[in-house]
């Protein structure tokens, strides 16, 4: 177990207002998440000690990087509901991933192989260079053709909207909800993108708020923010996330 957690380092318990996160990188083994079973389990159990008690899972799928597939992602995902440890947690657990818009994601869609959130969900993530091409049409065939109900993994982080927020509006008003990470409102990814992230929040355009968790560093800086005075900026905001009303 974590040794903040063990040694009480924290003199209040942090806990988070919702109880459902559809963000993280969490099976073990199969993308630059957790390493191992014993990682994924410590990272597991830290969420849920600070109130996450539903997971979704979501591994990258990426072509040549991280090309995930439902067996790849099932195989790894399996090794953690079978773990001891898990079962007396009282958290649930599923899977499914974080699509990177590009050819192995349309060849899964084509080959019915994607591996859906809950309600017919699908997380999918830009290419950190540049926004994709015919991005609005294709978010549109996701809906229309597939049937599937975007979500825009962490609008915040993609440097090209930083001075651009009409078109995430845009893209929002079109069916797109988007999910911004916890990381990115304490900080962790700079000044700007934190920045950039409150004013979504405060626009009323973010629907789901993600841990994007790969690593104890990042269990470590969420439980610091959630005992900052910039978490109640968050909380002032909390009506709009839909975190554990979407997906019963």
């Not at 050819?103 to 591996?115: F, H, M, P, T």
């Not at 927020?165 to 079109?174: A, E, G, I, Y």
Request: proline share 4%.
């Amino acid at each position: 177990m974590l040794s903040f957690f063990s040694k009480n380092k924290y003199k209040q318990e942090p806990c988070l207002f919702y109880h459902t996160d559809i963000h993280s990188h969490l099976c073990p083994g199969i993308d630059d998440g957790a390493k191992d079973l014993s990682t994924a389990i410590e990272l597991i159990s830290g969420l849920n000690k600070l109130g996450i008690t539903r997971m979704i899972i979501t591994p990258h799928v990426t072509d040549e990087v991280f090309p995930n597939n439902a067996t790849t992602i099932n195989n790894a995902f399996n090794q953690l509901l079978n773990a001891p440890i898990i079962k007396q947690l009282n958290i649930q657990l599923s899977c499914s991933a974080e699509y990177r818009i590009d050819n192995l994601l349309i060849d899964q869609l084509r080959s019915k192989s994607v591996i859906p959130l809950p309600n017919d969900y699908i997380l999918v993530e830009n290419s950190w260079i540049q926004e994709p091409f015919n991005l609005e049409g294709f978010l549109y065939s996701l809906q229309s053709d597939y049937g599937y109900r975007p979500i825009l993994a962490h609008p915040e982080r993609y440097e090209y909207y930083l001075d651009d927020k009409d078109r995430l509006l845009k893209l929002h008003n079109n069916g797109v909800l988007f999910q911004t990470n916890l990381l990115s409102f304490s900080g962790r990814y700079g000044k700007k993108i934190k920045r950039f992230a409150e004013s979504l929040l405060n626009d009323n355009l973010v629907d789901f708020i993600g841990s994007d968790m790969h690593h104890h560093i990042h269990l470590e800086e969420i439980t610091k923010y959630i005992l900052s005075k910039d978490y109640t900026k968050l909380l002032k905001n909390r009506h709009t996330i839909k975190n554990d009303i979407a997906f019963v």
